[in-house]
């Protein structure tokens, strides 16, 4: 005999030939049939939605040891340009997993975060992402971060944010030459520093465009994609 009553089972020597006996322990365990709970069925409840004045937010915040500043960090491109053509994202990132998210388009090499909150531990991380069609699509994500200062003594943080490089010599006779070697590790932005002829005694010379028909040393500087972030000296 079994009894089988979904949430229990009664195993037993017989087999179903005992059903008045399985009825009999049925009764016991659940009462007559007319007494029978309703099947279960599934009860959705509507979530509560709670609104929070933006006063009372604040005041959470700062209760939990936040603090609202005013944030700017001046973006420069690794040939000591304003950086353009981007949009970048601020993100604070707390000890205990917190984290608080900006978003900026470049002003003039300029990223500004009004009313942004953060706590005097953590870290502080920057993307800056280009912006499609524009001079700067296809180009990298430039990433940088730096330790939130542990006292925070103004309501204004300002920050320089530079974009990495690397300064290599190439030998080459042209700068189009130079070009043409850079390629070959793909898509690299560059700027010429200086030449200085090999063999000639030539003095070093700053140029963008040069060509002759000797070998020449170029000081080139490439972009890297790294921000190197700093607070603003005043």
Known sequence: MTVNLDFWRYPGDAEDDQSEQAEQVRDWLLGPAEQWPPPA??????PDVITVSVARRRALLRGAGWLPVNVQIMVGAFDNTPLGAHVCFLQYAGPRGETFTGRSELAGGTASYADFWLKPQGVLQLLAVPQ?????????????????PSRIAAAYLAF????DHQDIEIRAGSQQAVAEQLELQG?????ILGTVEIGGGGGRQDTSTRTTTGEV??????ARPGLTIAPAQR
């Not at 499609?132 to 939130?148: K, R």
């Open 132 to 148: 499609a069609d524009s001079p700067a699509a296809g180009g990298p994500v430039l990433a940088g971060s730096i330790v939130v």
């Open 217 to 222: 040393a170029w000081t080139v500087r490439i």
């Open 160 to 163: 320089t944010a530079i974009q």
């Open 187 to 191: 898509n690299v932005k560059f700027t």
């Open 41 to 46: 069925r599934q009860i959705t409840f509507e």
